[in-house]
Nanobody
Framework: QVQLVESGGGLVQAGGSLRLSCAAS????????MGWYRQAPGKQREWVAS???????NYIDSVKGRFTISRDYAKNTVYLQMDSLKVEDTAVYYC???????????WGQGTQVTVSS
């Protein structure tokens, strides 16, 4: 069982920045592919950014150039740096760990990001 704890959400004005953190209870090196998702009110959860199994990064088009996913293996932590935030980025952001080669996923509890105009 993998436990994921997100932090770093909050209220920010449009154009501002936040950095989300996702701390895993186990080593994420090699065994898990990490990613970020979000769910806005009344909408389905959507993928935002993730690492591939070989360490590349992918982003949904709407955040390209503004968000950056990174990781610190020593801390078993994944980050999402969010810059130039827009009102439409308002959502609950979730961290996901996918066990490599399986359909097993673990989710964090989510952290609220609210961007005001």
């Amino acid at each position: 069982q993998v436990q994921l704890v997100e932090s770093g959400g909050g209220l920010v004005q449009a154009g501002g920045s936040l950095r989300l953190s996702c701390a895993a209870s186990v080593s994420i090196r090699s065994r898990y592919v990490m990613g970020w998702y979000r769910q806005a009110p009344g909408k389905q959860r959507e993928w935002v950014a993730s690492f591939t199994a070989v360490g590349n990064t992918n982003y949904i088009d709407s955040v390209k150039g503004r968000f950056t996913i990174s990781r610190d293996y020593a801390k078993n932590t994944v980050y999402l740096q969010m810059d130039s935030l827009k009102v439409e980025d308002t959502a609950v952001y979730y961290c996901r760990a996918n066990r490599v080669g399986t359909i097993i996923n673990y989710w964090g509890q989510g952290t609220q990001v609210t961007v005001s105009s």
